[in-house]
């Protein structure tokens, strides 16, 4: 997810604050860095969801107005080969293509744009239904959907982050509990869900897919 496109009131304050603290390459909030060969891919399945702690003054800013630790989401995707994939909804910023992407994991988690990631997954999801909810997310990444840098949820022809989770889900028979609050005049504030939402909403447990 990316903040380049808020408005309203907070957006000033939380992009100077986060410029203060960022450096070029770096995050003020992210934790120690997790290589992709220190994750156990085993541990992981289709439909689980990968946190990342994005770099720069843009991710500071996602977590300082969510109060977070990370700033983007995709969902894990395995083909049948088993190599991991992560469709997720990429902001142009950094190098990304502005629009939903299948991309491996090792480039989801390339150290230019991320500092940490973590892995989560949906519990008590029927792993038949986490399978249905990456299928789904991947239709949108074979259409290659434009990122929505307004952040309307209200229009499905574009999707950030969280919403393309969401819409994963709920076209899966698994919709989550978050409602989008009503868009506050001059703002898009009301009407965001973010990464750390999920975290916090108690229907996700912590993968351990670090190698020992």
């Known amino acids: 997810m990316s903040p380049s496109r808020i408005a309203g009131f907070w957006a ?7 410029a203060m603290l960022s450096v070029p390459g770096s995050s003020a909030f992210s934790g120690p860095r997790v290589e992709t060969s220190d994750i156990d891919i085993t541990a992981l399945r289709s ?3 990968v946190f990342r702690a994005g770099r720069g003054w843009e991710a500071d800013a996602v977590r300082l107005a969510s109060f977070g630790t990370f700033s983007h989401v995709g ?5 049948a080969d088993g190599t991991v994939y992560i469709v997720h909804a990429a902001p142009p910023e950094h190098g990304g293509h502005g629009r939903v992407e299948r991309v491996p994991l090792e480039t989801f988690n390339d150290a230019r744009y991320a500092s940490d990631i973590v892995f989560y997954r949906r519990a008590d999801l029927p792993e038949a239904t986490a ?5 789904r997310a991947r239709i949108e990444a074979d259409r290659g959907t434009p990122f929505d840098d307004q952040f309307d949820a209200g229009d ?11 819409l ?4 899966s028979g698994a919709a989550l509990p978050f409602a989008f609050a009503p868009r ?3 703002s898009i504030l009301g009407n965001i869900v973010y990464p750390a939402d999920f975290i916090r909403s108690g229907e996700f447990v912590r993968v351990d ?4």
Do not use: W
């Not at 499905?156 to 969401?166: D, G, H, N, V």
């Open 12 to 18: 000033p304050a939380a992009a100077a604050f986060a």
């Open 47 to 49: 439909g689980d969801l």
């Open 75 to 79: 969902m894990v995707d395995i083909a």
């Open 131 to 135: 399978l249905e909810a990456a299928a």
């Open 156 to 166: 499905q022809s574009k999707l950030y982050c969280t919403e393309l989770i969401m």
């Open 168 to 171: 994963a889900f709920a076209d």
């Open 184 to 186: 506050i005049d001059g």
């Open 209 to 212: 897919a670090r190698r020992s």
